[in-house]
């Protein structure tokens, strides 16, 4: 299997008064390049944490966190931002678009960072906003676009760099139910399109029959991955 996303033995452990509260507690996940995982639990469960750590935002107190056959932890915090950059797209439930910027804009600043070539950027940024049905709203503020609209920028620009995995958190939780809909639709062929590993963590398991996994979060503790359909031979 081609692994896009590796966690081993990840044990993530916060302060707690005199103690240590465990978010994660000796997790493990294997994702391929193409699969789509449902991240169910309750609040407090640590799904946020588990995409922190995946996303080498947080550096777990334990164990291994590989994107890409990277193994992160070996990395400077430099080295870091740069995997972050240009592997793992992130997807959050607020989409924390700059006002002041057009839907074509948010994407090529983002790839401007990494030091690309202006022009190259906004030639992938417009084909991607083509893609996730924005091409005639690039020229539009967050202000100018419904929610819906937004949630469709965020997950456009989380693909300019090229990214082996996409963690998304909650996308849906401001959406109505046709709009949440179309918004894990499009998460679903982009992870087809793009090859990349997606875990979406997700309160409304109506929409885990798109995904190809589901897997539980409870106390820290990850359950076994469970295939949504099996496939049909
Ligand atoms: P979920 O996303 O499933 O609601 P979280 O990953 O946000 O759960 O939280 C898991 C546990 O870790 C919770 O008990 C939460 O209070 C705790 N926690 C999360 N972030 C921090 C932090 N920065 N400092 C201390 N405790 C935290
Ligand atoms: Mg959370």
Same mark, same amino acid.
């Given at each position: ?12 452990e916060?302060?707690?008064?005199d103690?240590?509260?465990?978010a ?44 890409g ?64 049905g924005?091409?005639?709203? #690039? +020229?539009? /503020?967050p202000?100018? *676009? $419904?929610?819906? &609209? ?5 997950? !456009? ?25 179309a ?6 062929q ?24 589901? #897997? +539980?979060? /409870?106390?820290?503790? *990850? $359950?076994?991955? &469970? ?5 049909? !031979?």
């Amino acid at each position: 299997m081609n692994t896009a996303l590796n966690l081993v033995n990840v044990t993530l452990e916060y302060p707690d008064g005199d103690s240590t509260l465990k978010a994660l507690d000796n997790v493990n996940l294997k994702l391929a390049a193409g699969e789509f995982l449902s991240l169910v639990g309750p609040s407090g469960s640590g799904k946020s944490s588990l995409l922190a750590v995946a996303a080498t935002l947080v550096r777990p107190t334990a164990g291994l966190v590989v994107i890409g056959g990277i193994d992160a932890g070996g990395l400077s915090e430099a080295e870091r931002t740069s995997l972050r950059r240009d592997r793992i797209g992130i997807i959050f439930q607020q989409p924390n678009l700059l006002p002041s910027l057009t839907a074509l804009e948010q994407l090529v600043i983002r790839d401007h960072l990494r030091g690309k070539p202006a022009r190259e950027a906004t030639h992938r940024a417009a084909a991607l906003l083509d893609l996730v049905g924005l091409g005639p709203a #690039a +020229g539009k /503020r967050p202000h100018q *676009l $419904s929610g819906g &609209q937004r949630q469709r920028v965020n997950i !456009a620009r989380a693909l300019m760099g090229d990214p082996a995995v996409l963690l998304v958190d909650e996308p849906t939780a401001a959406l109505d139910h046709d709009r949440s809909e179309a918004i894990v639709r499009l998460l679903r062929q982009v992870t087809d399109e793009f090859g990349v590993a997606t875990v979406m963590v997700t309160h409304d398991t109506g929409f885990v029959p798109l995904t190809d996994t589901v #897997a +539980g979060m /409870r106390d820290g503790l *990850l $359950s076994a991955l &469970q295939p949504v359909s099996p496939a049909l !031979a």
